[in-house]
């Protein structure tokens, strides 16, 4: 059975700083490419990360700068550290894990950016 377990969200005002993780089981995770997306109220999910099982990076233009993914094999997780948090940055992350067609999602988790 496969789980996505997504951590790391909460609180956090203007200018601070959160580290989400995503702790995969059930899938060989080193050769799946592995997403961040995110959610807010009334708007689609968008693609704000994404590391390939090679460690290739990709970000959305909103995150550059302040957003970093990373993925640690041995212990088959993925980050998100998210830094210079903004207002617009409010949303539930979702991780994604991604191998040719089949693909599996995490449960999410809260970020609320707020002073």
């Known amino acids: 059975q496969v789980q996505l377990v997504e951590s790391g969200g909460g609180l956090v005002q203007p200018g601070g700083s959160l580290r989400l993780s995503c702790a995969a089981s059930?899938?060989?995770?080193?050769?799946?490419?592995m997403n961040w997306y995110r959610q807010a109220p009334g708007k689609q999910r968008e693609l704000v990360a994404a590391?390939?099982?090679?460690?290739?990076?990709n970000y959305a233009d909103s995150v550059k700068g302040r957003f970093t993914i990373s993925r640690d094999n041995a212990k088959n997780t993925v980050y998100l550290q998210m830094n210079s948090l903004k207002l617009e940055d409010t949303a539930v992350y979702y991780c994604k894990a991604e191998l040719l067609r089949s693909g599996y999602w995490g449960q999410g988790t809260q970020v609320t950016v707020s002073s």
């Open positions: 590391i390939t099982s090679g460690s290739s990076t």
């Open positions: 059930g899938i060989i995770f080193r050769v799946y490419n």
